[in-house]
């Protein structure tokens, strides 16, 4: 499998072929993810909620970016990697933006950077980025980061105004260097309307089927993660159930003494040796 580039995702674009994009943090998920031939991972700082148990994403450091990135990196050598900017690792300085969006390429193998939101300042930081060489994609509409702005997790662009918001955003991010936006949590028609105002690929995840390409969280679609489970999305499989039944019989197994059998989970030894240790025990 050859690894798509972003000239490959562009003219997916002008060919009108859907990317398949979708979210990972660890090996053995990386491993399965780029068997199934998808196009890109994205290593979100969604990990903070589906891996280790926060209630949001706020409080995802860097070094958690950095080493979920070289695991699915691991298990996905021959996928396009996308790697989350962690809150308050793009925020402060446009110097502290380019030096963390390096370490996510340097040292965990991502192709790639994604920023959260459209203000001026993330243009700004989204610009200094670029300019350092740094591929980067934006993010835009229901944005994690900005929850206390947006009211939550809701969808966003529910008005003709936002819609206009979220187009300008869109504009400012691909002017000021991102060759690709992520746009989340809105109607379909603004899905469109983003990605029809953009020369670069708009991806959604939960913005409709409108848009260049679709991006999930890999947990909730396989019926992992079951905290929530937002609106926009489809269930593949449910693999917590499998889990949750597999650890229960385990559990009851050892418990009552039917794991593991003798004659099937254990390493065989010559009768003769066998009857010196059973000796042993005895003296």
Known sequence: MKKKTIPDFINMKANGEKVTWITGYDYLTAKYIERAGMDMILVGDSLGMVQLGYDTTF??????????CQSVRRGAPNTFIVGDMPYMSYQESDEEAIH??????????????????????????????????????????????????????????????AALKLIDQAKKLEAAGAWSTLIEGVPTVVGKAVCK???????????????????IIYADMVGYYDDFCPKF??????????LQGAF??????VRSGAFPEDDKHTYKIDAEQAALIEKMIEE
Request: aromatic share 4%.
């Open 59 to 68: 409080p995802v450091e860097m070094d958690d970016m950095v080493r979920a």
């Open 197 to 215: 105002a953009c020369s670069i690929p708009i991806y959604g995840i939960g913005a409709g089927s409108q848009v260049d390409g679709q991006l």
């Open 100 to 161: 963390n969006a390096g370490r996510l390429i340097k040292e965990g193998g991502a192709d790639c950077v994604k920023l959260e939101g459209g203000t001026d300042l993330i243009v700004q930081r989204m610009k200094a980025i670029t300019g350092a060489g740094i591929a980067a994609i934006g993010h835009i509409g229901l944005t994690p980061q900005f929850m206390a702005q947006i009211g939550g997790y809701k969808a966003q662009g529910k008005s003709a105004d």
């Open 248 to 253: 229960t019989a385990y559990v009851e197994e």
């Open 233 to 242: 999305v489809k269930k593949y499989a449910e693999v917590g159930k499998v």
